[in-house]
Each structure stands twice: as structure tokens, then as C-alpha cells.
């Protein structure tokens, strides 16, 4: 059986919006703060990132 650490599942205690970033944090062993810190911080450059965080939200299971 895989460690809860080491399984990418959005958490039912830790959510923001969806729990996406701390379910990367989790799987990385990172505070969850610095995640969601590193997803705004590159809204401010161009690219799919709010695609992306929609596409995660619907593939990774919740808890």
C-alpha cells in the first residue's frame, strides 16, 4: 500500500477552491501555502494556467 504522501488525491480539509494545490504540496512534502503562492505568481505571466488548474481539478480524485 502507497504512503498517503506519495498518492495525488485533493484533500477535504485543506481546500482553497478546489484542493489542487494542496494536493501538489502533499505529493512534493511542501506547505501548501507555497504552492498556491507559486500558482499566482505565475498568473501574472501568459499561459493555460487557470486550464490546467480546471483539467487537475476533474482528473485527480478527491479524498
Known sequence: M??????L???R???MVAGVCAAIARRIGVDP????????A????PGPQVFL??????????E
Open 42 to 45: 505565475t498568473m501574472l505571466i
Open 9 to 11: 488525491q485533493r484533500p
Open 2 to 7: 502507497a504512503s498517503n504522501a506519495l498518492v
Open 13 to 15: 480539509d485543506d481546500r
Open 53 to 62: 488548474y480546471f483539467i487537475a481539478w476533474m482528473l485527480i480524485p478527491s
Open 33 to 40: 501555502r507555497w504552492v498556491r503562492v507559486a500558482f499566482v
